[in-house]
């Protein structure tokens, strides 16, 4: 039983910066890939950042070099550090996981191959 529960969300101005944390629970056996996703309103929900099945990150271009993932030795937790914030990075932000001994690799911004989802943090960046 795979829970993730996302905190850290808020409200800042243009070029600020949060930091998002997940808290991992349950997923224990065998490999996993990770990753944090978006969705604004009327918006698709899109990938931001993930690791690979070989442990690799990959960034959206959208905020590559902006943000930042990272997660505790003992991959419990999953932190997203967003700086230089923009009005267009508003959305709720959701931390994802794949099924354990799922391999993902190139297909690593695919919604469809993380099975488990946590309730979403809300991010809302003014001008």
């Known amino acids: 039983q795979v829970q993730l529960v996302e905190s850290g969300g808020g409200s800042v101005q243009a070029g600020g910066s949060l930091r998002l944390s997940c808290a991992v629970s349950?997923?224990?056996?065998?490999?996993?890939?990770m990753g944090w996703f978006r969705q604004a309103p009327g918006k698709q929900r899109e990938a931001v950042a993930a690791?690979?099945?070989?442990?690799?990150?990959s960034y959206a271009d959208s905020v590559n070099g902006r943000f930042a993932v990272s997660r505790d030795n003992f991959k419990t937790t999953l932190y997203l550090q967003m700086n230089s914030l923009k009005p267009e990075d508003t959305a709720m932000y959701y931390c994802?996981?794949?099924?354990?001994?799922?391999?993902?690799?190139?297909?690593?911004?695919?919604?469809?191959?993380?099975?488990?989802w946590g309730q979403g943090t809300q991010v809302t960046v003014s001008s």
């Open positions: 994802a996981a794949a099924a354990p001994g799922l391999w993902i690799g190139s297909g690593w911004s695919r919604t469809e191959l993380y099975a488990y």
């Open positions: 349950g997923y224990n056996y065998g490999s996993y890939c």
């Open positions: 690791f690979d099945s070989t442990g690799s990150l």
